[in-house]
């Protein structure tokens, strides 16, 4: 089975594709045949698209960007013609899978798009302004380029549709919840994944294990994970609710909001633009959303950027006891995402104020840029793993199951 997966972002796209053998998914998740990458934000009015083949081939180019699913179009050429080409023709994919952020409380699992899920990814846009209107660009470039093809979204959302309502409810009037207002949470694809993958490190039951999954990139959230399923998360109703990021703020008194609005004059527009693209990071330290960039400013004495660095890792151990809360205990932590991944810094600094757990990292390995692998000391009462998140990967698993089970 070969899978097309389209991973959109309101200033890039990514998509590869995966051939699936047999009739069980592979333990190891698979190399892609294909990759290819659209940035928007290269040059204005231009699109840079990079794309590469497991065989060693690449192609590096800039057209103009007068549409979004004329360059999607563009870049699914390279599918099957130049240099990069891996298949004879279109009709060679038999599937194709979109992650689609926003899926609201109708859509609690990956589902065939047909009209009525294009309406309602639509109507979601509300909730997911910057991206739910790109997924839906992707799904029509495909409608348009490959004709029938079966396509499937993959909600973020999903993996935390089955919170409690202690958690998925806010305090506010119980009209909010009748009017969909209610804890979302974001990164499920990745969550899911790493939940998964986890498990088969420690070669133990999914089912057995108490988990915490650290989603640490430009974007943040954490995961309370029972029972294989999310049980708490620190995203809300939007991305924005939670853990202080690289440019979105977290969780705010929402008392700042209505002061700013009374005494400052801010527009909805101004405080949109605060809350999500001039706060975390780079509004405290004025450096930049950038966590290498950040702990290069500290080096060099910049007080702004240790400050950052400081409330960036408050907020983190604050969230991370919630969820422990919520746990009732915690078998494994696990570290995903840009800063997750590759920062061995806040790593050190989240576990130590967890050493009450008998929690213990090994200084070593967690130095030395470890993927997929346990950095805990053996007699540590708590695993803490590394794991490199494959949200594509788990889009096409998802599609496999999706075909699998309508046959």
Sequence with gaps: MKILVLNAGSSSQKSCVYEITGDTLPEEPLKPLWEAKIDWTHHQGFAEIEVKTDTGKQLQEEIPADSRPQVIAHML?????????????PSEIDVVGHRVVHGGQEYRKSVVITEDVKKAIARLATLAPAHNPANLEGIEAISQHLGSVTQVAAFDTAFHSHLPDAAAIYPGPYEWVEQGIRRYGFHGISHQYCAARAARILGQDLASLRLMTCHLGNGCSLAAIKNGRSIDTTMGFTPLDGLMMGTRSGAVDPGILIHLMRQSDYSVEKLDHVLNRASGLRGISDVSN????????????NSRAQLAWDIYVHRLRSYMGAMLATLGGLDALVFTAGVGENNPDIRAAACEAF???????????NAHQPVDVDIATPDSAVRVLVIHTEEDWEIACECWRVLKQSC
Excluded at 290 to 301: F, H, L, N, P, T
């Design 77 to 89: 050429d390279t599918l099957w013609s130049g240099s990069t080409q891996i298949i004879s023709q």
């Design 290 to 301: 950038d966590m290498r960039q950040i702990r290069e400013a500290i080096s060099q004495g």
């Design 355 to 365: 050493g009450f757990l008998e929690l213990k990292l090994d200084p070593e390995k």
